[in-house]
């Protein structure tokens, strides 16, 4: 039960941000596009550079939890495009789809909860894994929607152009070497960063709002399903091929299994995916796991 109530209370805070952020959609004309792109274009490259900055980090536990991102990633990128492709869905749909399955919410979600579980050093390691994941989600979900749509020169060139990119780079570069953000640079990173995830969630509640869901649901079941039920197995499998250290599979499972990310619809939104099913998935997949997160975290712990 103590583990059950404590999960609720990580999770609960994120729908109750979204409840609001659904009723000052529907009675607040909000352009629903401008707040993904302010968390894609600033206030997301804040947070990550200011993460990857200001965390000491383990260079074995970092190379082992960037390996189980990496192969788990693929293989649900595969598993995304085998839902597609058995529900004959078109390519928007089928691009989310593949996102959906791919990227997890191991930020609002996952750090939490991984801190609960495992202490400072879990949450080290989840950091690490948010950061990882990101970057993926900044690559995967401008691909993704892209391809088919536009040639692979213009695909990797709005992959270019998107900042989080350049903001890990520099932020894995400044801690390996050691080098600390001046302060100014830090206080302002962290100031705009803080704004990544609410301003997320208020582009998830304005989506909501405004959600046309005719002819979509059969897809969004059967991937809100496979997103809290497959991905687990899809950890452990990574883990038992990886031979990953016993915490670094812990973290990395249990960020795995976090239901889909906010980057979903934002990246849908902005490169020509369903932001809309997206949007449905993203829902229903956070209610699921109320109940499979706190089967794994009771599992983990007991």
């Known amino acids: 039960m103590d583990t059950v109530l404590s999960t609720i209370n990580v999770m609960l805070p994120v729908f109750l941000a979204i409840g609001l952020a659904i009723i000052f959609g529907k009675y607040v004309k909000v352009d629903a596009r401008s707040l993904s792109q302010a968390v894609i ?17 383990d260079s074995t536990a970092m190379l082992g939890i960037f390996a189980m991102s990496l192969v788990s990633t693929l293989l649900l990128v595969g598993i995304g495009w085998l839902i597609g492709k058995a529900l004959k869905v ?13 990227l997890g919410n191991t930020g609002s979600v996952g750090l939490p909860l991984a801190e609960f579980a495992f202490g400072a050093q879990g949450m080290q390691y989840a950091a690490v894994f948010y950061v990882t994941t990101t970057v993926f989600a900044n690559i995967l979900g401008v691909l993704l929607p892209s391809a088919g749509q536009v040639s692979m020169k213009e695909a990797i060139g709005r992959i270019l152009k998107v900042p989080m990119i350049y903001a890990a780079v520099v932020g894995v570069a400044l801690n390996l070497l050691n080098i600390q953000l001046p302060t100014f640079l830090e206080r302002t990173t962290n100031l705009l960063g ?38 687990p197995f899809v950890g452990l499998l990574t883990a038992l091929v990886l031979n990953a ?9 249990l960020q795995i299994s976090v239901p889909t990310a906010l980057f979903t619809a934002m990246f849908s939104e902005e490169f020509g995916g369903d932001s809309e099913a997206a949007s449905g998935i993203i829902l229903l997949s956070s209610l699921l796991s109320f109940i499979s997160l706190s089967v794994i975290v009771a599992i983990m712990i007991g």
């Open 41 to 57: 274009y600033l206030f997301g490259p804040c947070l990550i550079l200011n993460s990857l900055a200001s965390e000491t980090m």
């Open 194 to 231: 803080y704004a990544a995830v609410a301003c997320g969630i208020a582009f998830m509640g304005v989506r909501l709002a405004n959600m046309k869901l005719h002819g979509k649901m059969k897809p969004i079941i059967i991937t809100s399903i496979a997103r809290v039920t497959v991905t």
């Open 90 to 102: 078109e390519h928007p749909m089928r691009a989310t789809i593949m996102l959906a399955m791919s």
């Open 245 to 253: 250290d016993t915490l670094v599979r812990d973290v990395s499972i």
